[in-house]
């Protein structure tokens, strides 16, 4: 068991999870896991002795060897399960710095322009300061990145 408890959940806060231990944690580039996320990639890390604290995953079977949890209610994706154990999804622990990724799989369905992502331009000073005003403004509904007695909050 780690020291401090490692916990996490999906964005709107119906599961919820404690993990006891967490295992290598990689992002895999098959075409499967890039549908499954919607992204380019999936950040999975491997996740021993796993307690759902609120709620738990609904699930797609995406093939005859893995099913992949995800919330009914937000969509949020949360898992990939398959005879060797149980991956979690590195965004969805509330601290995803505990899960840097060390290693790629199925590389060789990495999009072509992946390696580039990083030397794309950042957003000018003008747009950043527009942008950083609008994210001031708003009211997020995302639950935060710790653990809740009840969810959604009182108002």
């Known amino acids: 068991m780690s020291a401090e ?3 996490g959940g999906c964005q ?9 231990r967490l295992g290598r944690p990689t992002i895999c580039h098959c075409r499967m896991c890039q549908k499954a ?10 996740a021993h ?6 709620g738990a995953p609904s699930h797609f079977q995406s093939s005859d060897k893995v099913r992949r949890g995800f ?18 999804a590195i965004g969805s622990l509330d601290t995803p710095t505990l899960a840097a990724p060390v290693a790629q799989v199925n590389a060789d369905f990495r999009q072509p ?20 005003a609008w994210n001031a403004a708003l009211t997020s509904f995302q639950h935060p990145d710790h653990e809740t007695a009840t969810w959604p909050q009182e108002t």
């Open 12 to 20: 709107c806060g119906a599961v919820r999870y404690r993990i006891g």
């Open 37 to 46: 996320f919607g992204g380019f990639f999936a950040p999975l890390v491997t």
């Open 5 to 7: 408890p490692i916990t």
């Open 49 to 54: 002795d796993t307690e759902w604290t609120r």
């Open 71 to 88: 919330c009914a209610d937000c969509g949020t994706p949360l898992t990939y399960e398959a005879e060797d154990g149980l991956e979690i």
């Open 113 to 132: 322009f992946f390696d580039g992502l990083c030397s794309l331009p950042q957003v000018g000073v003008a747009d950043a300061a527009r942008n950083d």
